[in-house]
Each structure stands twice: as C-alpha cells, then as structure tokens.
C-alpha cells in the first residue's frame, strides 16, 4: 500500500511564497507508484489540503487530518517539510508533529530551533573551532549606538534580521549614517538582529543531508552576485551566478567540506542542511545553517543533488526514508 505523505508548505514569514514554489517541485518528483501525496497549505489564517482542482480541505490541527467530501478521512504516514521560515524552519511543526509521533523529514526541534537563530547558532559552534565574522547583537527597543557598532564590526558591514531567510531583512552598510535606516529594515523580519563585519572573500555554499542511511556532503556550489551581495534578487530573480562545483583549491574544498560535515555532526543533524561559508585566504568563516533549503529545480541544494548523480525523485524519497528509519 501506498504511504500517504503530507508535503507541507507557506508558512508565516516573508518566505511563504518561495516555500509553495519548493513544495509543488516535492509535489511534482515524488514517485506516485511508491507514494500518494498531498500538497498541505500552513498559512496564517488557515491550514489547508489543496487538491488538483484547488479545492481546500481543512487540516484537523488535532491530529494533522484532512476530512474529504463524505466520510473518509485521511491520516498522513509521514510529512515531507518545505516550509522555509516559521514555523516550518524555527522547529515548531517539527515540535508539534514529535507529539503526534508523525514522523516529518526535518531536523529535530531543537536543532531547528538553533539553527534558524543566527546568533545562537554561530555562538553555539564557535568553541568547537568553526569561526565567524565579528558580530554586535542588538534587540528592538535598545540604545543603538552607532560609534559602538562601527568600533565592534567595521564599515562596511552587514546588518540582518536574526531570524529571517531569503536574505529579507538584509542590508549591507557602508556609511555609519545608514545604520539606523538598516537596523528599521531588519526590525520589519525579527525583533532581533545580527551585525556582522564584512568578510571579502569567495562565498560558497554547502548540502549536507542524510541519504541512503549516511551522512553526505554534496559537491560545493560558488556564489558570484551581479549585486552587492547574495539578496533576494541574486537568489531568486537571476542576479548571480551559481557555479557547482566551485572553483577553489583542494586545500579550501577539503577544509569546507570537513567543517560542514562537522558542524552537522556536532549539532547532531538529520535531514537537509545548507550552509554558507566565506574564505578569507584559506579558511571557511560560517555565515549561516538552512534545514529547510529552497527545494526548486534552481535551488542550490537540487543543484548540488544533480551534480552528485542524485535526481530530484531520490533526492526527495530517500529525505522520507531517512524519516522513518528516524522514528524506528
């Protein structure tokens, strides 16, 4: 028999959009001979099946559920994760499906939890020797203090929303003045920030997943923007370039590639993570960790799935199997 897999997309934040697009690619190569699938809406105002025909059942939050015209109900024998952002990305779905012993393709909740934090993330594996750029932490209603920030991190630098992705929230500062107008912008994603120095160096981008029962880091992808840096334009509307695998040296390959695996193994990871690094000369300086990646044909993980010989139907059944064999 079929197992019945709830693709789960949307989300709260600025993402959800981006998450419906990742969630119909899951949706469109999952094999239907092995799988009957169902594309689950988690929106603000409304969890939702949605058909083929764009009719909408609601999801019973109770048991995660869908009651069809009639009397059958459908129960899910597993959830397939594509929601970026909350509470798809920050463990909340990952919380709640724990308690109902469903098991979902994602890390666990707390690592989802950790991870989507900026800040607590990098503090978390910098005593286990992975560096980052010098950062400043600021929280709404704080003083901010522009000398004391410039003094901390330098010009240029960055400044983010803590927990946000798809680099909303983002900006990248080059005078002090335009510090208050980028902490207001990053204030509309998150009521926390992250100011980072600049690090000028080759960006890169790495998969880590479980596949086929182990651990697997994917070929590296390189990031060269057409913009000042990887934004929502570069990522998503063909402002850069992605070039898979990227053109370092064997010494920068074998040194990202070990501390990818590292920091996934160190925070105990399942499921897909992606994460960002920048050289400065030979040494990787980590940026960030993603556990739920974009999932489109263009996104970087499918990209570096593809480079590896892994198809986006493996790529996607073996996340579900790993999610089985989690919960034993």
């Known amino acids: 028999m079929k197992k019945k897999i709830a693709i789960i997309m949307g989300g709260y934040s600025s993402e959800y959009e981006i998450s419906l697009k990742s969630g119909n690619v899951v949706f469109k190569y999952l094999d239907t001979h092995k799988f009957e699938t169902f594309r689950i809406h988690i929106l603000k105002d409304r969890w939702v099946y949605v058909d083929a025909d764009g009719n909408e059942y609601p999801v019973n939050r109770d048991d995660f559920s869908v009651r069809l015209l009639g009397s059958e109900t459908i129960k899910f024998d597993c959830v397939f994760n594509a929601i970026h952002g909350t509470p798809g990305e920050d463990g909340l779905m990952q919380a709640y499906f724990e308690l109902l012993n469903i098991p979902q393709t994602s890390c666990d909740y707390y690592q989802s939890a950790l991870t989507f934090n900026k800040r607590d993330l990098l503090s978390v594996l910098k005593p286990y020797g992975i560096p980052s750029a010098e950062s400043y932490y600021l929280n709404l209603g704080d003083k901010i203090d522009e000398d004391a920030i410039v003094a901390k991190v330098g010009l240029p630098c960055f400044v983010k929303a803590n927990k946000a992705g798809s680099s909303f929230g983002i900006s990248?500062?080059?005078?002090?003045?335009?510090?208050?107008?980028?902490?207001?912008?990053?204030?509309?994603?998150?009521?926390?920030?992250?100011?980072?120095?600049?690090?000028?160096?080759?960006?890169?981008?790495?998969?880590?997943?479980?596949?086929?029962?182990?651990?697997?880091?994917?070929?590296?992808?390189?990031?060269?923007?057409?913009?000042?840096?990887?934004?929502?334009?570069?990522?998503?509307?063909?402002?850069?370039?992605?070039?898979?695998?990227?053109?370092?040296?064997?010494?920068?390959?074998?040194?990202?590639?070990?501390?990818?695996?590292?920091?996934?193994?160190?925070?105990?990871?399942?499921?897909?993570?992606?994460?960002?690094?920048?050289?400065?000369?030979?040494?990787?300086?980590?940026?960030?960790?993603?556990?739920?990646?974009?999932?489109?044909?263009?996104?970087?993980?499918?990209?570096?799935?593809?480079?590896?010989?892994?198809?986006?139907?493996?790529?996607?059944?073996?996340?579900?199997?790993?999610a089985f064999a989690k919960k034993g």
């Open 172 to 322: 990248k500062v080059y005078e002090k003045e335009d510090l208050k107008t980028a902490i207001e912008n990053a204030y509309k994603e998150d009521d926390e920030i992250i100011i980072e120095a600049f690090l000028d160096g080759t960006e890169v981008s790495v998969g880590v997943i479980k596949y086929e029962g182990k651990t697997k880091v994917l070929p590296i992808t390189e990031i060269v923007t057409d913009n000042d840096f990887f934004d929502y334009e570069a990522k998503y509307e063909g402002k850069s370039t992605e070039i898979t695998p990227a053109r370092i040296s064997k010494v920068q390959e074998k040194k990202v590639v070990e501390m990818a695996q590292k920091a996934y193994d160190i925070l105990k990871m399942t499921g897909y993570s992606r994460s960002e690094f920048i050289f400065i000369d030979d040494e990787p300086f980590m940026l960030e960790m993603n556990t739920t990646p974009g999932l489109t044909e263009q996104s970087l993980l499918p990209q570096q799935a593809e480079e590896a010989g892994i198809s986006l139907s493996q790529l996607f059944e073996s996340a579900i199997d790993e």
